[in-house]
């Protein structure tokens, strides 16, 4: 056994080919809406990645560059950065559990992310 342990961190989703794939393993998704250069994004890196290490076996999370992924901000109407939406996998389309704009405490994500791993109705 090496002295290294693999970190997990959240993936950088570069298509919406490659969103649409990974919400068709039906895990529930949490996406870091961010943009380069944005301060209040680079803040909150650190614990999405946190998030990612904690979920890596019952939840995707991912982050989507505007640059990369122009349309799917569209597609999720994100006004600003960072925006963090939380989708599942319902029927044929997704459904968005949760979602909030801005520096967020890890202890908000994690509880939303608990809730849609464990199928609990959404926070209000």
Known sequence: MGIFKRRYKAQQITSNQQFET????????????????????????????????EFHERANVVKANLESVPDLFGKFK???????????????????????SGLVKKDVIVGNLERAVDGEPRQQ
């Open 78 to 100: 994100i006004r600003s950065t960072p925006t963090f939406v939380l989708v599942a996998p319902q029927g044929s389309g997704i459904h968005q559990r949760w979602r909030q």
């Open 22 to 53: 990974l919400l068709a393993d039906g895990k529930p998704m949490l996406v870091d809406f961010y943009k380069h250069g944005c301060q209040p994004c680079q803040v909150m890196d650190g614990i999405v990645n946190e998030v990612a290490e």
